[in-house]
């Protein structure tokens, strides 16, 4: 059945945003005026984390899940909101495809949300690539470096393009001659990996914006000192550019529901989690915030729970654990082509995925649910299994057929969670059992991670990596905390490894400073900032119309 939409203002109404805060972005998009936040006191609702099991290469539906939970608890009763990272073009039109959920459990207008949404990702890399430009001038008009000290072989400030584009990984700049600039090494990111991209999601207010803007560290000058944003005079032009882009974004779930999409950092370089102000937002007009984090809960959900919780003061009332079979035959052992077939065996065995991070959240003191994405070729025997054996570890494990049945598939999985939410101490508002103190050294901090989210036996530091670390902790970033850069298709450092595990070391190759969005980020095997198109990308698929219809940008279609 086709889904009518409603008109924004409605969705908006249905939250309480005062008509003033209340800004049209075209049909069937808003942006919410920071005045909004101060309307309300903070924390009223509860937030629910949606993460996962460590997923297969593509991916378990965890956005599909989170938008169908905050389907099934609004036909509850409840007053729910979803918030949302906004998808960056680079996957849409890569391997993953659009990022606003499946089939009747979708945001909408989904093609818009996809593509240029209200604008926030090209003005991070407009914000970001202002930087760029202001770095190479000042070079240009102080080659020597004799103003500002600025070494142009200690620059590490690249470009940002949110487009998967591997030829712009590395490249040479300011050829040309004299009128070039100074020639260097340098190369692209993606958008989302930009750490204006993770300052956006982790300001609180316009002001807050702008002191982290003004900590980006671009380089080193040539006796080591940190050379920033502020330093080159960007600070204020930046922010101009993220005016509107601070603001949160509303829309709509296919049955009506309001949701929140606002910014999106890469899951691996930063955090993976949508913006601080739009979980406040909701917390201030919501009973229950319904957000997510990107890949497994040992990565995107540590990360929220390390970071963006840490540095916000929230903390989930519960978890939400999505998994599928096929996840879970997959790290049992079974190859992709064999996955849609029932094999109980390779089930039993992949189980222990889900296991360690069902343990982790234990240890942590949150309130668990694990949530079955079920398909087609699922078994009632093998789901059957999975729901005994989560029993006996004392969670709760329901299937969602929100893909096909919306908001009345995710029933079950909504009820669970209000049941998790009336265990959690304190309903999400207690000191919950820290895996670092701020005050711990950034050594200890790595190795705590490593430890308790990936059950590695210690970390190896490889090159300058500890030499970094013990600079950036005499510098005075010793309370900030760590962000792993890591493979999401293992608990390990490897992806090859699937399962769980055992006996392995986590080695870092690698030490960012992040010091404008406020973590130290340690980069493990090959992470890449710039991704690569596959072999058969997903914009092949896409088609338009004699009236300007999109189809295609979701699996599927």
């Given at each position: 059945?086709?889904?009518?939409?409603?008109?924004?203002?409605?969705?908006?109404?249905?939250?309480?945003?005062?008509?003033?805060?209340?800004?049209?972005?075209?049909?069937?998009?808003?942006?919410?005026?920071?005045?909004?936040?101060?309307?309300?006191?903070?924390?009223?609702?509860?937030?629910?984390?949606?993460?996962?099991?460590?997923?297969?290469?593509?991916?378990?539906?965890?956005?599909?899940?989170?938008?169908?939970?905050?389907?099934?608890?609004?036909?509850?009763?409840?007053?729910?909101?979803?918030?949302?990272?906004?998808?960056?073009?680079?996957?849409?039109?890569?391997?993953?495809?659009?990022?606003?959920?499946?089939?009747?459990?979708?945001?909408?207008?989904?093609?818009?949300?996809?593509?240029?949404?209200?604008?926030?990702?090209?003005?991070?890399?407009?914000?970001?690539?202002?930087?760029?430009?202001?770095?190479?001038?000042?070079?240009?008009?102080?080659?020597?470096?004799?103003?500002?000290?600025?070494?142009?072989?200690?620059?590490?400030?690249?470009?940002?393009?949110?487009?998967?584009?591997?030829?712009?990984?590395?490249?040479?700049?300011?050829?040309?001659?004299?009128?070039?600039?100074?020639?260097?090494?340098?190369?692209?990111?993606?958008?989302?990996?930009?750490?204006?991209?993770?300052?956006?999601?982790?300001?609180?207010?316009?002001?807050?914006?702008?002191?982290?803007?003004?900590?980006i560290v671009v380089g080193r000058s040539h006796d080591q000192r940190p050379i920033t944003a502020e330093d080159l005079g960007a600070t204020q032009a930046m922010a101009a550019l993220l005016q509107d882009a601070i603001m949160p974004n509303l829309v709509q779930t296919t049955e009506g529901g309001?949701?929140?999409?606002?910014?999106?950092?890469?899951?691996?370089?930063?955090?993976?989690?949508?913006?601080?102000?739009?979980?406040?937002?909701?917390?201030?007009?919501?009973?229950?915030?319904?957000?997510?984090?990107?890949?497994?809960?040992?990565?995107?959900?540590?990360?929220?729970?390390?970071?963006?919780?840490?540095?916000?003061?929230?903390?989930?009332?519960?978890?939400?654990?999505?998994?599928?079979?096929?996840?879970?035959?997959?790290?049992?052992?079974?190859?992709?082509?064999?996955?849609?077939?029932?094999?109980?065996?390779?089930?039993?065995?992949?189980?222990?995925?889900?296991?360690?991070?069902?343990?982790?959240?234990?240890?942590?003191?949150?309130?668990?649910?694990?949530?079955?994405?079920?398909?087609?070729?699922?078994?009632?025997?093998?789901?059957?299994?999975?729901?005994?054996?989560?029993?006996?570890?004392?969670?709760?494990?329901?299937?969602?057929?929100?893909?096909?049945?919306?908001?009345?598939?995710?029933?079950?999985?909504?009820?669970?969670?209000?049941?998790?939410?009336?265990?959690?101490?304190?309903?999400?508002?207690?000191?919950?059992?820290?895996?670092?103190?701020?005050?711990?050294?950034?050594?200890?901090?790595?190795?705590?991670?490593?430890?308790?989210?990936?059950?590695?036996?210690?970390?190896?530091?490889?090159?300058?990596?500890?030499?970094?670390?013990?600079?950036?902790?005499?510098?005075?970033?010793?309370?900030?905390?760590?962000?792993?850069?890591?493979?999401?298709?293992?608990?390990?450092?490897?992806?090859?490894?699937?399962?769980?595990?055992?006996?392995?070391?986590?080695?870092?190759?690698?030490?960012?400073?992040?010091?404008?969005?406020?973590?130290?980020?340690?980069?493990?095997?090959?992470?890449?900032?710039?991704?690569?198109?596959?072999?058969?990308?997903?914009?092949?698929?896409?088609?338009?119309?004699?009236?300007?219809?999109?189809?295609?940008?979701?699996?599927?279609?």
């Amino acid at each position: 059945m086709p889904f009518e939409v409603r008109p924004i203002q409605a969705v908006a109404e249905e939250l309480g945003i005062d008509p003033s805060d209340f800004i049209p972005y075209g049909r069937g998009k808003a942006k919410i005026d920071l005045s909004a936040l101060e309307r309300r006191p903070l924390a009223q609702g509860k937030l629910v984390l949606v993460s996962a099991m460590t997923p297969t290469p593509a991916g378990e539906g965890k956005t599909t899940t989170s938008i169908a939970l905050s389907m099934g608890l609004r036909r509850l009763g409840k007053k729910a909101v979803v918030a949302l990272r906004e998808p960056s073009l680079g996957p849409v039109f890569g391997l993953k495809g659009g990022g606003t959920g499946g089939g009747r459990a979708q945001l909408v207008p989904a093609t818009d949300i996809n593509l240029h949404f209200t604008g926030d990702i090209h003005a991070v890399g407009a914000a970001h690539n202002l930087l760029a430009a202001m770095v190479d001038n000042e070079l240009h008009f102080d080659p020597r470096g004799e103003k500002r000290g600025l070494d142009a072989r200690r620059i590490h400030w690249r470009r940002v393009l949110d487009m998967n584009d591997r030829a712009l990984r590395r490249i040479v700049i300011g050829l040309g001659g004299r009128d070039g600039g100074v020639p260097r090494e340098s190369g692209f990111d993606i958008t989302a990996a930009s750490e204006v991209m993770a300052i956006l999601c982790l300001a609180r207010s316009r002001s807050d914006l702008q002191a982290r803007l003004a900590r980006i560290v671009v380089g080193r000058s040539h006796d080591q000192r940190p050379i920033t944003a502020e330093d080159l005079g960007a600070t204020q032009a930046m922010a101009a550019l993220l005016q509107d882009a601070i603001m949160p974004n509303l829309v709509q779930t296919t049955e009506g529901g309001p949701a929140l999409v606002h910014g999106g950092p890469f899951a691996n370089i930063a955090h993976g989690c949508s913006s601080v102000i739009a979980t406040e937002l909701g917390l201030r007009y919501a009973e229950i915030v319904v957000t997510e984090a990107g890949f497994g809960f040992d990565l995107g959900g540590e990360k929220f729970i390390d970071i963006k919780c840490r540095k916000a003061g929230l903390f989930p009332s519960a978890l939400v654990l999505v998994c599928t079979l096929r996840a879970l035959k997959y790290h049992g052992g079974l190859d992709q082509k064999s996955l849609d077939h029932p094999n109980l065996s390779a089930l039993q065995k992949g189980i222990a995925n889900l296991d360690h991070h069902l343990e982790c959240a234990r240890m942590l003191g949150l309130p668990s649910v694990v949530a079955i994405n079920r398909f087609e070729s699922d078994t009632a025997e093998e789901i059957d299994w999975v729901r005994r054996h989560c029993k006996e570890q004392g969670v709760e494990a329901v299937p969602c057929t929100a893909f096909a049945e919306g908001g009345s598939g995710a029933i079950e999985v909504a009820e669970a969670v209000l049941q998790a939410i009336e265990k959690a101490p304190g309903h999400g508002q207690a000191p919950w059992q820290k895996v670092y103190e701020d005050h711990s050294p950034l050594v200890h901090k790595i190795e705590s991670i490593a430890r308790f989210f990936y059950g590695a036996n210690g970390v190896d530091f490889e090159g300058r990596a500890l030499e970094e670390l013990e600079r950036l902790q005499a510098e005075g970033n010793g309370e900030l905390p760590i962000c792993m850069a890591k493979t999401h298709l293992s608990i390990s450092d490897d992806p090859s490894k699937r399962g769980r595990p055992q006996g392995f070391r986590i080695t870092v190759r690698e030490i960012r400073l992040s010091q404008g969005a406020g973590f130290v980020v340690a980069l493990t095997g090959e992470i890449l900032t710039m991704p690569g198109l596959p072999k058969e990308p997903a914009a092949r698929r896409v088609r338009i119309d004699a009236s300007g219809e999109i189809r295609g940008l979701m699996q599927g279609e």
